[in-house]
């Protein structure tokens, strides 16, 4: 089993930058996507970006340019850096780490962008 913990989001204004953090603990060996996803009300969850074991990485259309993943894999975290900061980005975000078929989520943190 792998358990997901995440830190930071919180309130920002328009133009601002925040700073996700997700710790993995348990079973990890093994780990290959790291993904992070965001939730607004009455919308779907989608993925905002996602690295690979190898470090490659993919980001939605709306944050390309704004928001940056990277990992530590001796760290086990996983982060997100958003910067220039939209009042589009509110939403919960969830980080998601796969392991073949399986996936992992995190708790969930709410990220506020005020106009």
């Known amino acids: 089993q792998v358990q997901l913990a995440q830190a930071g989001g919180g309130l920002a204004q328009a133009g601002g930058s925040l700073r996700l953090s997700c710790a993995a603990s348990?079973?990890?060996?093994?780990?290959?996507?790291l993904a992070w996803y965001r939730q607004a009300p009455g919308k779907q969850r989608d993925m905002v970006a996602s690295?690979?074991?190898?470090?490659?990485?993919n980001y939605a259309d709306s944050v390309k340019g704004r928001f940056t993943i990277s990992r530590d894999n001796a760290k086990k975290m996983v982060y997100l850096q958003m910067n220039s900061l939209k009042p589009e980005d509110t939403a919960v975000y969830y980080c998601k780490a796969d392991r073949g078929s399986y996936q992992y989520w995190g708790q969930g943190t709410q990220v506020t962008v005020s106009s």
């Open positions: 690295i690979s074991g190898s470090g490659t990485t």
């Open positions: 348990g079973r990890t060996f093994g780990i290959n996507v």
